[in-house]
């Protein structure tokens, strides 16, 4: 138990490594700056399809990192002195891709670990009293789940609701190909419109 939390502490650190130019200009007028949600997938084409056609984010970057004393260079993998250490495993690679809405000031990073078995990368604690979610601000949740529908690719857990104690707001939550949960906010037509 030790081993796998200490390994998705680091995979968390990884990124800030690697992903400096994304920081917005902005951040440096602030002391903090919310920059990026990562998280350990085991179906990086299944999650892009999901994230890209049905929730619309654009994937702004590709990256690959491998170990540089345990794996064999690659073309367009970056050797990285380390990583193996860094993520308590051998032959370390990674394969992290960044997605953003189009402001590209905040990014939901993905971290594939293609040459290990899903069995030794532990990619979340999910359980009722540890729920965690990822939530985010749609233009329209019919929109989406027509998406969920025509792709599907994901799950539609519930109906849309609409939540008088926060403003009329509309909410949905679904799952995506991972059963990771996604909390869907829409927010009236007037707001979003502006």
């Known amino acids: ?5 200490r390994t998705i502490k680091y995979v968390f650190l990884l990124p800030l490594i690697f992903a400096v130019h994304l920081l917005p200009v902005n951040a440096q007028e602030h002391s903090t700056h919310f920059w ?16 890209t056609e049905v929730l ?28 193996d250490e860094l993520m ?10 960044h997605y953003s809405a189009p402001n ?30 990822l939530g985010l601000q749609v233009k329209s949740i019919d929109t989406v789940i027509e ?9 539609i857990v519930g109906k849309p609701t609409v939540l008088k104690e926060f403003n009329n707001n509309r909410y949905l939550m679904i799952k995506d190909p991972e059963g990771n949960v ?5 927010p009236p037509q007037s707001e979003s419109k502006q």
């Open 1 to 5: 138990m030790y081993q796998s939390v």
């Open 36 to 51: 990026h949600v990562g998280a350990v997938v085991h179906d990086m084409e299944g999650m892009h399809k999901f994230y």
């Open 56 to 83: 619309g984010l654009e994937n702004v970057t590709d990256l690959a990192f491998a170990d540089e004393q345990s794996v064999t260079a690659r073309e367009g993998v970056t050797p990285l002195h380390g990583l």
């Open 88 to 97: 308590n495993m051998q032959g370390t690679r990674t394969v992290i891709r």
């Open 104 to 133: 590209h000031d905040m990014f939901l990073e993905f971290i594939y670990f293609p040459d290990h078995p899903s069995n030794i990368v532990d990619r979340s604690v999910y359980k009722p009293r540890g729920w965690s979610h």
């Open 147 to 155: 998406k969920i529908n025509k792709t599907k690719t994901g799950s």
């Open 182 to 186: 996604v909390e869907l906010f829409e």
